[in-house]
T-cell receptor, first 116, second 111 residues
Framework: NAGVMQNPRHLVRRRGQEARLRCSPM?????VYWYRQLPEEGLKFMVY????????ESGMPKERFSAEFPKEGPSILRIQQVVRGDSAAYFC??????????????FGEGSRLTVL | DAKTTQPNSMESNEEEPVHLPCNHS???????IHWYRQLPSQGPEYVIH???SNVNNRMASLAIAEDRKSSTLILHRATLRDAAVYYC????????????FGQGTILTVHP
């Protein structure tokens, strides 16, 4: 069984460019979460999505960041006009139901964004 | 959000048991106790979770204090592959998958 698939694994962008990170959840999972891990820091929740709906985006920066999980295809985290402070590892997780309530989250290997 | 407190680091020898403590004195009645670990350069990996009773799975055991204000993750026989950062996280109720990761405990396993 394929786990949570994230791509690209590594992405280099210059300041001002756009970054698009993709996440395919585990088969049968309809709940997707994005987390960010800045260098030498813990993981921070960004956003929780179900198919075609953003459920909680309380951890997302108000500007330049957006996320979607369309009916078909992967979830996408989009960062516009990247700045050096966006350099981080971005992890996607999926769950069968509302993971934190009873079950577990399955994390991908992460996408490491470097902004030059 | 209820907070957890873990030691910054712990060390163990290979094939010995490891007891990783976690304090969560402000835990609410609906909070589950989750443990995840993160190996270097990898995403977090679920280890175990529980509510009130002790739990066992193929990876570890979770011992939960009767008052639920603390818990202990037990690795029965540490291997080199168990060297990782271990996170004790409270979640559940309305917080679904919005887990709050702290600094965790860095576990070093010596051959």
């Amino acid at each position: 069984n394929a786990g949570v698939m994230q791509n690209p694994r590594h992405l280099v962008r210059r300041r001002g460019q756009e970054a698009r990170l993709r996440c395919s959840p585990m088969k049968g999972h309809s709940h997707v979460y994005w987390y960010r891990q800045l260098p030498e820091e813990g993981l921070k929740f960004m956003v929780y999505l179900q198919k075609e709906n953003i459920i909680d985006e309380s951890g997302m920066p108000k500007e330049r960041f957006s996320a979607e999980f369309p009916k078909e295809g992967p979830s996408i985290l989009r960062i516009q006009q990247v700045v050096r402070g966006d350099s981080a590892a971005y992890f996607c997780a999926s769950s069968l139901g509302g993971g934190g309530r009873t079950g577990e989250l399955f994390f991908g290997e992460g996408s490491r964004l470097t902004v030059l | 959000d209820a907070k957890t407190t873990q030691p910054n680091s712990m060390e163990s020898n290979e094939e010995e048991p490891v007891h990783l403590p976690c304090n969560h004195s402000t835990i609410s009645g609906t909070d589950y106790i989750h443990w995840y670990r993160q190996l270097p350069s990898q995403g977090p990996e679920y280890v175990i979770h529980g509510l009130t009773s002790n739990v066992n799975n193929r990876m570890a055991s979770l011992a939960i204090a009767e008052d639920r204000k603390s818990s202990t993750l037990i690795l029965h026989r540490a291997t080199l592959r168990d060297a990782a950062v271990y996170y004790c996280i409270l979640g559940g109720g309305t917080s679904y998958g919005k887990l709050t990761f702290g600094q965790g405990t860095i576990l070093t396993v010596h051959p």
